[in-house]
């Protein structure tokens, strides 16, 4: 881009609707579904094209939207504005007295744009518009907030600087609006100049900031500005510009929320492949949430709603965690992540975040992004690879295709129980709340995590294939509340709930089984069986907590929560064992056995104190661990760590390079 840097009136700049902070709540263009009543679209940008004197179609460096009309340009401004405020509360300073104290510091970054409004103009008496039909303003891409309170601190609304300012805020009377900022702007600095003048010949100056609306707008009164003039490619100016604001929300200097952070980092990725050629614009823009998925080749032709959010998801998924060679390593750098094979939990689950949270723009409220951990590692560090059938396909072949269910089950079921509010990625303590069941009595709350109420669906395919299909209906319907269904998967007449769900697929069901443990004073203590290595969760698995007192294990022995010296007689015969692999220790094979037995031995220690936690507190009885092996296990786990930690780096030099 070429910027000037201006001197901008203090006033100047609008605030902007597309601006990551605040773009999760609005109706994005990527949700197929009909705008609700009391929702707001936002509008589309487009680059701006005009037709030159020789007939030729010319892109210029600015932007440009279509409003419905001149009701709705003032409604989605205002919004903004309004979104913004709440928004602000994560700042841990006031910004506003900060810039009445000290001025702004850091210039904004504004483009032009040219709104339309579609609707035609009332006329007065003598058949004169009352309005124009469209408007030009300096965006604010980065600045937002400051360029809100500049407004709040003049006087003057955001959408007033736009579309027009009343007579009645520059000292005039009547219900006249003045379009012409050449008209309205040097009335109100005179304004509040004679304001500043008149409260300093009566007041002390230390009086002044509360008596003067002036003395509040002097230090903003002018302000640098970086204003877009030029760019070599204007087609991509939109999208040149939101880097440079998104970067603030992958790196952020504030405490933006997760479903906005999970949008912007997505967004970062999106927007790097089309830079660099990997993904066409069009494209970019549909999966990005600023256009409809109708603008996809595969959804032209699609009217269903839960089939064109389908086509985005997957489609956003596939970007996320690429197969292509050339990608991944683009996705690397964009989210500056560890090479392929030190991919750890937490850059995936960042990816999964991105790809819940952006998925989540096409439905009518964002869930909580954790909703989307529920990969697994050895699945994710060369890419996802899905069978690419049509939704319509996989949920009618789910009552008898194995892997159209499990394909369901794994990338569709948890975002669609999410949105209709069946399951929540809350992992924080449930102590004390509670919830209305179906017959309106008040109920606890069931902690579990999304993978284990995945894994209670695939305990009963028949019904969860069932809900599935319920839930499509339901969004094909206008995202109505979807029904229950019963044992054969039919839909019922009553409203799915929460609390049915836990009962219909409760949390035992989807828990691993447990291993037999002797009675206390065994020596020989198994930890419990664990999925393969190459299958180890991502997420951090839930405690599923002690089995009730009384009950027994399929062997008939009591469930006794293993002691300290039961799971250190176990760590000591099974180092014995590990001792047996080292006769291939020299070997790749040897070397990645070995990692695999400490991962599964990690995730069986995991479990472990999960259950050993969930069984501890005030009238469960003694306590687990005496203080010194507490302490002796810190050190143990401190020194492991710092050990592992040493082995990270030296990963990439054993592999070819990429």
């Known amino acids: 881009m070429l910027a000037v840097v201006a001197r901008m009136h203090g006033v100047g700049g609008s605030v902007w609707e597309h601006n990551e902070r605040i ?171 004679e304001d500043y003048a008149k409260a300093a010949a009566d007041v002390h100056e230390h009086e002044l900031e509360a008596a003067s609306r002036g003395f509040r707008a002097a230090r903003v009164a002018v302000v640098e500005a970086h204003l877009v003039i030029g760019c070599p490619t204007p087609r991509r100016l939109y999208r040149i510009a939101q880097m440079s604001n998104r970067h603030d929300h992958v790196h952020p200097p504030l405490e933006f929320t997760p479903n906005d952070r999970g949008r912007a980092l997505g967004r970062s990725v999106l927007g790097f492949y089309a830079a660099q050629g990997v993904l066409d614009e069009k494209t970019a823009e549909v999966l990005s949430g600023t256009a409809p998925v109708t603008d996809l080749a595969e959804g032209a032709e699609v009217d269903s709603v839960s089939e064109l959010r389908d086509i985005r998801s997957m489609r956003l998924l596939a970007e996320l965690f690429p197969n292509d060679r050339r990608k991944q390593l683009l996705i690397r750098r964009a989210l500056s992540e560890s090479p392929p094979s030190q991919l750890n939990a937490a850059e995936v689950n960042r990816r999964a975040r991105a790809w819940s949270a952006l998925t989540s723009e096409s439905y009518p409220y964002p869930w909580n992004p954790r909703i989307g951990e529920v990969f697994q590692l050895g699945e994710i560090r060369d890419g996802l690879k899905t069978s690419g059938r049509p939704l319509r396909e996989l949920l009618d072949a789910a009552d008898t295709d194995n892997d159209a269910f499990e394909e369901l089950i794994a990338y569709r079921a948890a975002h669609w129980l999410a949105a209709f509010d069946i399951v929540d990625a809350d992992r924080g303590s449930l102590t004390g709340q509670q919830t209305d069941d179906d017959d309106g009595v008040k109920a606890a709350r069931v902690r579990r995590t999304i993978r284990n109420s995945l894994n209670a669906m695939r ?87 002690p089995a009730p007192a009384g009950e027994s294990d399929p062997a008939g022995q009591q469930a006794d929560t293993p002691t300290s010296e039961q799971w250190t007689a176990t760590t000591g015969s099974e180092t014995e064992g590990a001792a047996d692999a080292q006769a291939d220790a020299g070997s790749a094979h040897g070397f990645m056995a070995q990692l695999r037995r400490l991962a599964a031995d990690t995730a069986a220690l995991e479990e472990l104190t999960n259950r050993l936690t969930d069984a501890t507190g005030p009238g469960t009885g003694p306590y687990p661990l005496s203080r010194e092996d507490a302490d002796d296990a810190t050190q143990i786990l401190f020194a492991t760590s710092i050990a592992l930690r040493r082995l990270m780096p030296l990963m990439d030099g054993l592999a070819d390079p990429l």
């Open 23 to 193: 773009s999760s709540d609005w109706h994005s263009a990527a949700n197929p579904a009909a705008l609700k009543e009391g929702h707001h679209a936002l509008p589309r940008v487009t680059p701006l094209v005009r037709v030159t004197s020789d007939g030729h179609e010319k892109t210029f460096a600015a932007v440009e939207t279509v409003a419905d009309s001149r009701e709705s340009l003032i409604a989605n401004l205002d919004k903004a504005a309004e979104v913004l405020t709440k928004k602000d509360g994560h700042r841990t300073f006031n910004l506003q007295e900060d810039l009445i104290l000290n001025g702004q510091k850091e210039p904004g970054l504004y483009i032009a744009q040219h709104v339309r409004i579609q609707e035609e103009a009332l006329q007065d008496r003598d058949g004169n518009p009352l309005h124009p039909q469209s408007h030009w303003q300096w965006m604010a891409v980065r600045g937002n907030n400051r360029t809100k309170q500049r407004h709040e601190i003049f006087g003057v609304a955001s959408a007033e600087v736009v579309t027009g300012v009343s007579v009645r805020k520059i000292g005039g009377e009547g219900e006249k609006i003045i379009f012409d900022a050449n008209q309205w702007l040097p009335r109100l600095s005179e304004l509040l100049n």
């Open 459 to 545: 305990n009963k395919p028949r019904m969860a294939v069932g809900v599935l299909r319920e839930l499509a209906s339901a969004m094909d319907e206008g995202d109505r509340k979807p029904r229950k269904v019963g044992a054969s998967g039919e839909p019922l007449i009553e409203p799915m709930s929460r609390a049915w769900f836990n009962r219909e697929f409760p949390k035992e069901s989807g828990t691993r089984a447990r291993t037999p443990a002797p009675r206390r004073g065994g020596r020989s203590w198994t930890p419990p069986t664990q999925e393969p290595a190459d299958d180890l969760s991502v997420e951090t698995a839930e405690p599923d907590g």
